[in-house]
Nanobody, 121 residues
Framework: QVQLVESGGGLVQAGGSLRLSCVAS????????MGWYRQAPGKQREPVAT???????DYVDSVKGRFTISRDNAKNTVYLQMDSLNADDTAVYYC???????????????WGQGTQVTVSS
């Protein structure tokens, strides 16, 4: 099992910055990728940024150049640095981990509890 705990959300003015953190625990060596999703009111949950165990990253077009996903393997933690925030970034942000069940290699996905990011304009 993999558990995720998020922190770092809050209220910020347009143009400001926030950094989200996600700490993973459990079968951490089974994790193949981690990332951040977000869901705004009335919209579908969308992937924002992902990072693999080899360090490959990917971003949704709307955040490229503004957001940076990174990891600290020693702390089992993934971060999302968000700069130049605007009102369209307002959403609940969820940490995600894709992992494999030991021995069977069955794929599973774990989610954090979500953290609210509100950008005032």
């Amino acid at each position: 099992q993999v558990q995720l705990v998020e922190s770092g959300g809050g209220l910020v003015q347009a143009g400001g910055s926030l950094r989200l953190s996600c700490v993973a625990s459990g079968n951490i060596f089974s994790i193949k990728a981690m990332g951040w999703y977000r869901q705004a009111p009335g919209k579908q949950r969308e992937p924002v940024a992902t990072i693999t165990t080899t360090g490959t990253t990917d971003y949704v077009d709307s955040v490229k150049g503004r957001f940076t996903i990174s990891r600290d393997n020693a702390k089992n933690t993934v971060y999302l640095q968000m700069d130049s925030l605007n009102a369209d970034d307002t959403a609940v942000y969820y940490c995600m981990a894709d992992w494999l069940v030991l021995l069977t290699n069955s794929p599973r996905r774990s989610w954090g509890q979500g953290t609210q990011v509100t950008v005032s304009s």
